[in-house]
Nanobody
Framework: QLPLVESGGGLVQPGGSLRLSCSAS????????IGWFRQAPGKGREGVSC????????DYADSVKGRFTISRDYDANTVYLQMNSLKLEDTGTYFC???????????????WGQGTQVTVSS
């Protein structure tokens, strides 16, 4: 098992920013591709961004390109999702996931966190 933990969610106004973190206490993330997903109420899970274990092969959903940035800090054993210019439609529960290869589909990943809530509201 890989106990992924997300943090950094919260309530923010449209146009604001949040930085989400994904970590795994006691386990290294160095060898895993990490993906960020989100799920809005009443909707399916959507792939947001992903990054290879080597820090490359970064991809984003079209809906977040130019606004979100994924990165990883090997010393901190953490993968970040910087979210800028947030919109109402970015509201949802955000999950990080770990697998052997990056992708924006759920089936690319074997381990999932419990999620962190992001609410964009005026």
């Amino acid at each position: 098992q890989l106990p992924l933990v997300e943090s950094g969610g919260g309530l923010v106004q449209p146009g604001g920013s949040l930085r989400l973190s994904c970590s795994a206490s006691g386990h290294t993330l160095d060898y895993f591709a990490i993906g960020w997903f989100r799920q809005a109420p009443g909707k399916g899970r959507e792939g947001v961004s992903c990054i290879h274990s080597n820090g490359g092969n970064i991809d984003y959903a079209d809906s977040v390109k130019g606004r979100f940035t994924i990165s990883r800090d090997y010393d901190a054993n953490t993968v970040y999702l910087q979210m800028n210019s947030l919109k109402l439609e970015d509201t949802g529960t955000y999950f990080c996931a770990a697998g052997l290869r990056p992708g924006l589909e759920s089936y690319d990943y074997d381990y999932w966190g419990q999620g962190t809530q992001v609410t964009v509201s005026s």
